[in-house]
């Protein structure tokens, strides 16, 4: 079956301490992304990335890794998590570098205290 | 800077059929996107258009004015499945492939 898979769906962590989103997309995609989402504000872009070791800034990049070292994964680094990083995360995966339509995985809810 | 604009509701009856409209102010246009989000679930993606005019999927349709930067989304026979929110997303590339979500809209179906 063609997905996105994320991990964890929920977290719940600390201030300041380092965690890691994994994204993985079985589809062959070139395109991977990150988003959040916050209500009345809708899905905004983290980072992207159009090919392996190729990854840019997307709209909201600061308090945020990520790293393509493979096609198939795209992890998120949240090196030193903040109250204002609580949000629910989105990665997505398309075919092509232009992103115009894109496979989303479950999502991952983050609480940061 | 980039924006979109499309409203933040809109209600309508089963079996009626609904417009959302989305405009977009950004450089580097290169298509436009739809998205559907149910409660708790994750965005699938409807529709795009990377030329002007229409185009049909089954109920959905989407249509693209790239002189206007407008477009919206038709829903036709609306069912009350389609109570969501539905959000447009225009991809643009200004050194590599961005994209920028509008805030969605959310459409309540009555029976």
């Known amino acids: 079956e063609a997905q996105v898979t994320q991990n964890p769906r929920y977290l719940i962590t600390v201030t300041g301490k380092k965690l890691t989103v994994t994204c993985s997309q079985n589809?062959?995609?070139?395109?991977m992304s990150w988003y959040r989402q916050d209500p009345g504000l809708g899905l905004r872009q983290i980072y992207y990335?159009?090919?392996?070791?190729?990854?840019d800034k997307g709209d909201v990049p600061e308090g945020y890794k990520v790293s393509r070292k493979e096609k198939r994964n795209f992890p998120l680094i949240l090196e030193s998590p903040s109250p204002n990083q609580t949000s629910l995360y989105f990665c997505?995966?398309?075919?092509?570098?232009?992103?115009?339509?894109?496979?989303f995985g479950q999502g991952t809810r983050l609480t940061v205290v | 800077g980039q924006s979109l604009e499309q409203p933040s509701e809109v209600t309508a009856v089963e079996g009626a059929i609904v417009q959302i409209n989305c405009t977009y102010q950004?450089?580097?246009?290169?298509?436009l996107s739809w998205y559907q989000q149910h409660d708790g679930g994750a965005p699938t993606f409807l529709s795009y258009?990377?030329?002007?005019g229409l185009e049909e999927t089954g109920r959905f349709s989407s249509f693209l004015s790239r002189s206007d930067s407008y477009g919206y989304l038709l829903l036709q026979e609306l069912q009350m499945k389609d109570s969501a929110s539905y959000f447009c997303?225009?991809?643009?590339?200004?050194?590599?492939?961005?994209?920028?979500f509008g805030a969605g809209t959310r459409l309540f179906v009555k029976a």
């Open positions: 990335s159009m090919n392996v070791e190729v990854t």
């Open positions: 589809m062959n995609h070139e395109y």
């Open positions: 997505a995966s398309s075919w092509g570098q232009r992103n115009t339509e894109a496979f």
């Open positions: 258009n990377g030329l002007d």
């Open positions: 997303a225009v991809s643009s590339y200004t050194g590599g492939f961005k994209t920028i």
């Open positions: 950004t450089s580097g246009f290169y298509g």
